[in-house]
């Protein structure tokens, strides 16, 4: 009796280790370049900022899955002449905050090296007094764009770069506006 329930221990402690081994959680930040592409917006990146939490699970050496929460800063400035509303409620500027969750699958291709991709949903998060303020008077809600990016693992700390094309029109008021966003930034896995 004994050495069974050594034995199951011993089984069910190596399966524990095994799925610690392939179960990853982390934190990763860094710098967002983005614009909104539109008639009303200037084609330039502006400077933000993002960061956040992971999870993620390996399913073998080469796939993997993983989820994000992320808090991410979209700067845009407003096309000289593009209406007078938008001069007046940006001042030329406009930031908009968002929560986005990428839900993203990891190739495995090199033992540094991964590459992923998959769909980001996005939430925006202003909630100024003002109507010339507020951002979600003058923008929908909500978000969705493709994510794609590489990322270098030096064991804990990765470095990587992505890029997220936004497929929804973002503009509540007329005229069409895409989000794009450029992130670089660096991640570490807590374990």
Known sequence: ?????????????????????????????????????????RDKYALGYQFGGFVGYDINKIVGLQAEVLFSQTNTKV??????????????????????????????????VSIYGGPQFSFLTNKNKTVLENGQQLFKSTDFSLLAGAEVNLGALSVYGRYSWGFRDISDIGGKAKSQQAQLGVAVKIF
Do not use: C, W
């Open 79 to 112: 096309a000289e002449g593009a209406s007078p509303i938008f001069d007046n409620a940006f001042n030329g500027r406009k930031r908009l905050n968002y929560v986005s969750v990428p839900v993203l699958v990891k190739l495995f291709p090199g033992s540094i």
């Open 1 to 41: 009796m004994k050495i069974k329930l050594l034995l199951i221990s011993m089984i069910a402690l190596g399966s524990l280790s095994q799925v610690n081994a392939q179960l990853h959680l982390g934190t990763r930040a860094g710098a967002n370049l983005s614009k909104i592409d539109g008639v009303s917006y």
